[in-house]
């Protein structure tokens, strides 16, 4: 799912990643109904979880906005307004 980065909020080994749907379906679709309003959508990693981990991990290390970080919160901050990709297993549906 193709998606704009707008907030990243970590409590207690639990990253949620809030964002904005920018997925060519979406954008179309906001054409068609000629609606202006954007779908906000968040996705939670609870890195305790090996494979969200692994997950969360190897997806920092893709982005080059994360290049020459050195720490997981200068990784996280800098993917902040950012568009890529993310996997929709990991979306919370709440």
């Given at each position: 799912?193709?998606?704009?980065?707008?907030?990243?909020?970590?409590?207690?080994?639990?990253?949620?990643?809030?964002?904005?749907?920018?997925?060519?379906?979406?954008?179309?679709?906001?054409?068609?109904?000629?609606?202006?309003?954007?779908?906000?959508?968040?996705?939670?990693?609870?890195?305790?979880e090996k494979i969200e981990y692994q997950y969360l991990y190897s997806?920092?290390?893709?982005?080059?906005?994360?290049?020459?970080?050195?720490?997981?919160?200068?990784?996280?901050?800098?993917?902040?307004?950012?568009?890529?990709?993310?996997?929709?297993?990991?979306?919370?549906?709440?």
């Amino acid at each position: 799912m193709t998606v704009e980065i707008t907030s990243i909020d970590i409590k207690e080994g639990i990253v949620t990643i809030a964002a904005i749907d920018v997925s060519e379906e979406n954008l179309q679709m906001l054409e068609r109904n000629r609606e202006d309003v954007e779908k906000e959508i968040s996705f939670i990693f609870d890195t305790h979880e090996k494979i969200e981990y692994q997950y969360l991990y190897s997806w920092l290390h893709r982005q080059k906005a994360t290049q020459g970080a050195t720490t997981w919160g200068e990784a996280l901050n800098a993917v902040i307004g950012i568009i890529t990709t993310i996997s929709q297993k990991y979306r919370n549906w709440d």
